[in-house]
């Protein structure tokens, strides 16, 4: 196996192997190849493949990366998994990576970002992005009580949880469009919505690759204090685009944050080299 298929396996993990699951993947591919590294791109809880595949994949794919969009276990069309864990979610992320024909980027979005953060202790991935990152713990469990009490109480009991359009977008959206997004959630595993706020935080990433963590300060999920937190574990200062949303992809100005992405992998020798 070489150095970029590589994946870090404990002794743990091979005595209690998870269980496989059918994962749903969808694809934009540039019409010609230009050697970029291929983006994966991993939805937080509730959202499936789908919501990247709405705007980012195919415009990533049409500035050359090779663009993939995963639904994790029980969301999407992947496999249903009522008792999915992190552990289950990493290692959806670990095993689609691994499949992929060269070393990626591994872009996490909302919970997602904190599933991302668990694989990049396994998967040597040429560079990460972590979009409106819910790192978990209780200071998250705190937020979500304050500006959406009537959706995250039932979620502590096992209900999932459920978000507004005033979290998860700006008000730029049109009303039609939030309204067929908002349909198309999902919900976690009870067992991984627990552990979002009690599990312990990732391990150190293998390699150290380069990471860069982007949210908007009106995020009414993620405060922009909780965006510096994140960026500050990984050495750098979060990137901001004031006046959207939680759902940064979906968004009315979605093409803000997917062209900083790019321009941040391009300019990146550690992230595009071949």
């Known amino acids: 196996m070489t150095t970029e298929r590589m994946r870090v396996v404990r002794s743990w993990e091979w005595a209690r192997p998870e269980r496989p699951a059918r994962r749903e993947v969808l694809a934009a591919v540039p019409e010609r190849e230009e050697a970029k590294p291929p983006l994966l791109f991993v939805p937080g809880f509730g959202h499936g493949a789908w919501a990247f595949a709405e705007h980012w994949l195919g415009h990533a794919a049409g500035r050359g ?14 496999e249903p998994a009522p008792e999915a864990t992190l552990r289950s979610y990493t290692h959806d992320v670990t095993q689609v990576a691994a499949s992929l024909p060269r070393q990626a980027v591994l872009v996490g979005h909302g919970a997602g970002a904190r599933v991302v953060a668990h694989a990049l202790a396994r998967y040597p991935a040429r560079a990460a992005v972590l979009v409106a990152p819910v790192l978990g713990g209780w200071a998250t469990f705190g937020t979500a009580l304050r500006r959406n009490p009537a959706g995250t ?12 359009r005033r979290q998860l977008f700006s008000r730029e959206l049109p009303d039609a469009d939030a309204r067929r997004h908002l349909a198309r959630l999902g919900r976690a595993g009870r067992r991984a919505q627990w552990q979002l706020l009690t ?17 908007s300060p009106d995020d009414r999920v993620v405060p922009a204090s909780a965006l510096v937190r994140a960026a500050q574990r990984y050495a750098s200062a979060p990137l901001l685009f004031p006046g959207m949303g939680h759902d940064l992809m979906l968004d009315a100005r979605w093409r803000e944050p997917i062209d900083a992405i790019l321009d941040w992998l391009d300019k990146d020798p550690e992230s595009t080299a071949g």
């Open 65 to 78: 990366f090779p663009a993939y969009a995963l639904s994790l276990r029980g969301h999407g069309g992947s």
């Open 153 to 164: 109480v039932p979620a502590v009991f096992g209900a999932g949880l459920r978000l507004n």
């Open 199 to 215: 599990g312990r935080g990732p391990e150190p990433a293998v390699g150290r690759p380069p990471v860069l963590v982007l949210g």
